[in-house]
């Protein structure tokens, strides 16, 4: 799902058609759907655009920082060494930076299925998304920790745990 305002597409995969039946389609569309609803997109727009400024913003001090240069060696300042000076230091944080777009990004597939789930599609959710796992061959059931930092979606266990879970809520 890409796009703003009315210029908005989802993409199907022919793969998805292929291999789910209608109602697993329509319930994989209407986890699309949530995350237009929720506007997800565009969070996650104004968070790409934003990190940029601070990115710029940050080479911008390290740039012009007389005092790093200095502790670092260097009487002037040279462009070549403010690049790895700048390197260096933000390095580390962007590391903090993606692991907290990952969580972020997690919280909204979770949300996305949620929201097909109230439409009455949790069943065919699940269904549905566990043919897309078998087709993907990705890992079914990966240590939290390992996925929270590295994937930008949930693993399929931790999905199907919250589309159960919320059926327990509702009981
Ligand atoms: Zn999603």
Redesign the pocket.
Known sequence: ?YGFFKNKRIVLYDTLIQQCNEEEVVAILG??LG?WKLNHTMYTFAAVQILTILQFGGYTLVRNSKDLFQSFGFDSQPVLIGFILFQHTVTPIQHFVSFGLNLVSRA??FQ?DAFAKKLGYGTPLRSGLVKLQEENLSAMNTDPWYSAYHYS?PPLVERLAAIDESDKKAD
Do not use: K, N, P, Y
């Open positions: 799902m986890h699309e995350h909204f597939e996305a979606h």
